[in-house]
């Protein structure tokens, strides 16, 4: 498993780490001088059978919050510490609203730097953090009493987190990996006959050496020459391990590649500059959150100036959660259910979080009533049951590969969609679209009888145009979808072409009687003219017809496409053309 830790600055984060691990994390020069861990830090505690818990210690001061952001977004445990002789203090608070905002449900608590004060000190202590954590995610998690220096509590707290790793109620080893293979980069850098490492946390999927991937934004196609997991050397890293990858290919260079970038497989979707999410606020007792607020967008590793748009109403008060679409200024690597943390405009206050619901949201429309229904239904972790929520709700059909992208599932995760949701899926030029069977129906029906309509109709052409049938299924479904039904609707017989559209299989060759006996002489007249065009006036000499009844004849023969005009006066077969 991967541990964080989070807390006030000078409260014993980094000593704590090391009594554990026997490492300093603070590696930085400046970090040395000044006795202050400005960026995050990393140490492994063995475990057993080659195995080790990673450990990233993040900085505790106000003003390398974005740090700290960085290496509590991609754990699954937190060790939240308070100096005993301080007390809950300023950043203890956010760091703490941080981690529940992430929705990191396990943690320990640990009070520091015991040796510093008498036991009824640290007594009044622990009651003042279990009022701090009383609401919120770790109000259940077990304290730790600890003196680094003096060596108090920390093999007890060590064994805690041994035991905790390998338990099978709360195995973090063995929780399933999903999706496509995501690691947000949190350092790279070169090393002399080695080459481009990064590092950073594998969000979901698994990798392999050798295997391709690509860094979002880029066009590069990279292998993965080698790779350490929990900095050990190893052939395979998955999802919530520590990773380290040794990248090679055509056009790699160190400034393409920045601490928030993601290094992914070839499947999972492009950065966004947009996407619809539903936002929690803090409490603080702060005015509302106004609509288009500009604001700093925190996601897994990344940083970015973003404003919210609110979805709901004109703005989201104190401690409430509304639907919102985040609008960025750089483009960000997000799938659904990514968590993520806004500040304020001056990056001094966390202001709220929360979880990304779809990152193809229309580009029209981003606040209509059936908009927000579609997003409360497509908030659902599983994905079978938000497809069927989905197709129930949408006549119009629900498009599938933005479906798939959007939860970043693999092959097998579809083709497992496909087999637990029963729908009619059809090709179109705006992707696979999915539809209950009696809504496909519905829509089929709708089709022929506008078809139909129009060949009832004196004053309509018997082949109705596409771009008739488009316009039909337009607010409700893309211009695509009238094409695919088409094609399907072709495919089943149903439908035949026609000059300048479709028209139905049953009344393409209805005639009456007098059209029937002269379509059978003029068609013999074109079949014995080989490839040669005829013209009216020897199509009424071969037929022995009045001039009028031919032109009329030929009008409406040339709309159910028997025959094909080169101009008002020379018509030949479809066929012979």
Same mark, same amino acid.
């Given at each position: 498993?991967?541990?964080?830790?989070?807390?006030?600055?000078?409260?014993?984060?980094?000593?704590? %780490?090391?009594?554990?691990?026997?490492?300093?994390?603070?590696?930085?020069?400046?970090?040395?001088?000044?006795?202050?861990?400005?960026?995050?830090?990393?140490?492994?505690?063995?475990?057993?059978?080659?195995?080790?818990?990673?450990?990233?210690?993040?900085?505790?001061?106000?003003?390398?919050?974005?740090?700290?952001?960085?290496?509590?977004?991609? *754990?699954?445990?937190?060790?939240?510490?308070?100096?005993?002789?301080? =007390?809950?203090?300023?950043?203890?608070?956010?760091?703490?609203?941080?981690?529940?905002?992430?929705?990191?449900?396990?943690?320990?608590?640990?009070?520091?730097?015991?040796?510093?004060?008498?036991?009824?000190?640290?007594?009044?202590?622990?009651?003042?953090?279990?009022?701090?954590?009383?609401?919120?995610?770790?109000?259940?998690?077990?304290?730790?009493?600890?003196?680094?220096?003096?060596?108090?509590?920390?093999?007890?707290?060590?064994?805690?987190?041994?035991?905790?790793?390998?338990?099978?109620?709360?195995?973090?080893?063995?929780?399933?990996?999903?999706?496509?293979?995501?690691?947000? %980069?949190?350092?790279?850098?070169?090393?002399?006959?080695?080459?481009?490492?990064?590092?950073?946390?594998?969000?979901?999927?698994?990798?392999? %050496?050798?295997?391709?991937?690509?860094?979002? =934004?880029?066009?590069?196609?990279?292998?993965?020459?080698?790779?350490?997991?929990?900095?050990?050397?190893?052939?395979?890293?998955?999802?919530?391990?520590?990773?380290?990858?040794?990248?090679?290919?055509?056009?790699?260079?160190?400034?393409?590649?920045?601490?928030?970038?993601?290094?992914?497989?070839?499947?999972?979707?492009?950065?966004?500059?947009?996407?619809?999410?539903?936002?929690?606020?803090?409490?603080?007792?702060?005015?509302?959150?106004?609509?288009?607020?500009?604001?700093?967008?925190?996601?897994?590793?990344?940083?970015?100036?973003?404003?919210?748009?609110?979805?709901?109403?004109?703005?989201?008060?104190?401690?409430?959660?509304?639907?919102?679409?985040?609008?960025?200024?750089?483009?960000? =690597?997000?799938?659904?259910?990514?968590?993520?943390?806004?500040?304020?405009?001056?990056?001094?206050?966390?202001?709220? =979080?929360?979880?990304?619901?779809?990152?193809?949201?229309?580009?029209?429309?981003?606040?209509?009533?059936?908009?927000?229904?579609?997003?409360?239904?497509?908030?659902?972790?599983?994905?079978?049951?938000?497809?069927?929520?989905?197709?129930?709700?949408?006549?119009?059909?629900?498009?599938?590969?933005?479906?798939?992208?959007?939860?970043?599932?693999?092959?097998?995760?579809?083709?497992?969609?496909?087999?637990?949701?029963?729908?009619?899926?059809?090709?179109?030029?705006?992707?696979?679209?999915?539809?209950?069977?009696?809504?496909?129906?519905?829509?089929?029906?709708?089709?022929?009888?506008?078809?139909?309509?129009?060949?009832?109709?004196?004053?309509?052409?018997?082949?109705?145009?596409?771009?008739?049938?488009?316009?039909?299924?337009?607010?409700?479904?893309?211009?695509?979808?009238?094409?695919?039904?088409?094609?399907?609707?072709?495919?089943?017989?149903?439908?035949?072409?026609?000059?300048?559209?479709?028209?139905?299989?049953?009344?393409?060759?209805?005639?009456?009687?007098?059209?029937?006996?002269?379509?059978?002489?003029?068609?013999?007249?074109?079949?014995?003219?080989?490839?040669?065009?005829?013209?009216?006036?020897?199509?009424?000499?071969?037929?022995?017809?009045?001039?009028?009844?031919?032109?009329?004849?030929?009008?409406?023969?040339?709309?159910?496409?028997?025959?094909?005009?080169?101009?008002?006066?020379?018509?030949?077969?479809?066929? *012979?053309?």
């Amino acid at each position: 498993m991967i541990i964080a830790t989070a807390g006030h600055v000078d409260h014993g984060k980094t000593r704590l %780490v090391k009594a554990l691990t026997g490492v300093d994390t603070d590696t930085l020069a400046e970090e040395k001088k000044r006795g202050l861990t400005i960026d995050i830090g990393f140490a492994y505690l063995p475990v057993k059978d080659n195995e080790a818990i990673g450990i990233i210690d993040v900085p505790g001061h106000d003003r390398f919050i974005r740090n700290a952001l960085c290496g509590l977004a991609a *754990t699954d445990f937190v060790l939240l510490v308070i100096a005993a002789d301080d =007390g809950p203090m300023p950043q203890t608070r956010e760091h703490l609203s941080i981690i529940d905002l992430l929705d990191i449900g396990h943690a320990a608590v640990v009070i520091s730097k015991i040796d510093r004060v008498a036991a009824a000190r640290i007594a009044e202590v622990e009651y003042l953090t279990r009022q701090l954590l009383r609401g919120t995610k770790l109000e259940q998690a077990p304290l730790f009493a600890v003196s680094a220096s003096d060596n108090i509590g920390v093999d007890a707290l060590r064994n805690f987190l041994i035991e905790k790793s390998g338990s099978k109620t709360n195995s973090f080893d063995n929780k399933p990996v999903n999706n496509n293979f995501r690691l947000c %980069v949190d350092r790279n850098f070169e090393i002399n006959g080695v080459g481009f490492i990064v590092t950073g946390t594998i969000f979901s999927g698994e990798i392999e %050496v050798d295997e391709k991937v690509t860094i979002k =934004g880029t066009e590069m196609n990279l292998r993965v020459r080698g790779l350490r997991v929990q900095s050990k050397p190893s052939a395979h890293g998955r999802q919530g391990q520590r990773c380290a990858l040794n990248l090679s290919g055509s056009g790699l260079r160190k400034d393409l590649i920045r601490r928030g970038s993601w290094v992914t497989s070839a499947r999972v979707p492009a950065p966004v500059i947009r996407f619809d999410a539903r936002l929690r606020l803090l409490n603080q007792g702060a005015r509302p959150l106004a609509h288009w607020t500009p604001v700093h967008l925190h996601l897994a590793a990344c940083e970015v100036t973003a404003r919210i748009a609110v979805l709901e109403g004109k703005d989201i008060s104190s401690g409430s959660t509304a639907l919102v679409q985040i609008v960025t200024d750089q483009a960000v =690597g997000a799938v659904f259910g990514d968590r993520f943390i806004i500040r304020d405009q001056s990056a001094r206050t966390t202001l709220g =979080g929360g979880r990304v619901i779809d990152i193809f949201p229309p580009r029209r429309g981003r606040a209509r009533g059936e908009r927000i229904t579609w997003l409360n239904n497509m908030d659902h972790g599983d994905a079978v049951e938000t497809l069927k929520h989905l197709l129930n709700l949408c006549p119009g059909g629900v498009n599938l590969d933005l479906f798939f992208a959007n939860r970043n599932l693999t092959d097998s995760e579809e083709s497992t969609i496909y087999g637990a949701v029963a729908m009619t899926v059809v090709s179109t030029d705006d992707g696979l679209i999915g539809f209950l069977r009696t809504s496909w129906e519905a829509l089929c029906s709708r089709i022929l009888g506008e078809i139909e309509r129009a060949q009832n109709s004196a004053r309509a052409a018997v082949g109705l145009p596409l771009s008739s049938l488009e316009m039909l299924l337009v607010p409700e479904s893309g211009k695509g979808l009238a094409k695919g039904i088409v094609d399907e609707l072709l495919g089943q017989s149903m439908i035949v072409p026609a000059a300048g559209g479709y028209c139905l299989a049953t009344q393409q060759t209805r005639m009456n009687l007098e059209d029937d006996s002269l379509w059978k002489s003029i068609d013999v007249s074109l079949s014995n003219s080989g490839l040669k065009p005829m013209s009216v006036a020897e199509l009424v000499l071969e037929t022995r017809a009045d001039k009028r009844t031919v032109i009329s004849f030929l009008s409406r023969a040339s709309h159910r496409g028997l025959v094909t005009r080169l101009s008002p006066s020379l018509v030949t077969k479809p066929q *012979t053309l």
